[in-house]
């Protein structure tokens, strides 16, 4: 099985755009309204997993979309995808979407790693980093339990501990090692603050 990422999507813009967004790439194969990336990079006539990794960034579609708010000029949504999050994607709807703004938070089942993103006229700036209160109350729209506290600080110290080792096998300063390590976790948060608080946009 598995480990499942559990991605949330927010896309802002223009009514007319997101309305086609919406129409273009979501669909009801079985019955159930999906995501689909098969609109967003057509992989219909490949049949190696290798080739579905290195398009989409992950190995399956995306399966169990939920959409959550939908009105004028917005769409709020989430879907899971095995192991990682699909950035190719999020990528090539940037450049379909030009003026659509995309922001992405995800979470890794296991708290092993969370994501925030965002994109717009074909940039973007993501990046990975520990999973916080914050994410997992905007992806799961719930506030953390003392359970999810203590597994972030489990996953947290596992890290350190590796961060450490590795700087003792390069002889480095065990100490300047964790201050760039914390330096890179805060540039990351900056700009998922940023994101969530926009007021002025990320991309010129």
Do not use: C
């Amino acid at each position: 099985m598995p480990n499942w990422v559990t991605s949330r999507v927010v896309v802002k813009g223009p009514k007319a755009a997101v309305r086609e967004f919406k129409k273009d790439h979501f669909n009801k194969g079985s019955g159930e309204l999906g995501f689909d990336f098969n609109t967003v990079i057509d992989l219909h006539s490949h049949t190696t997993m290798e080739e579905v990794i290195a398009a989409w960034g992950t190995k399956w579609n995306a399966s169990d979309t939920q959409i959550l708010e939908s009105p004028p000029g917005s769409l709020d949504f989430t879907f899971m995808t095995p192991w990682s999050s699909p950035y190719p994607i999020y990528d090539r709807l940037s450049e379909l979407w030009p003026s659509l703004d995309f922001h992405v938070e995800a979470i890794e089942e296991g708290f092993e790693f969370a994501m925030i993103g965002d994109w717009h006229n074909g940039k973007g700036i993501h990046g990975e980093m520990f999973v916080t209160p914050e994410i997992i109350q905007f992806v799961y729209r719930r506030t953390p339990t003392e359970r999810d506290l203590q597994s972030i600080k489990k996953v947290a110290k596992y890290h350190e501990k590796q961060a450490q080792e590795w700087a003792e096998s390069q002889g480095m300063s065990t100490a300047g090692v964790l201050a760039l390590w914390g330096v890179g976790i805060a540039g990351i948060g900056f700009v998922a603050y940023k994101a969530r608080n926009r007021a002025t946009p990320l991309f010129p």
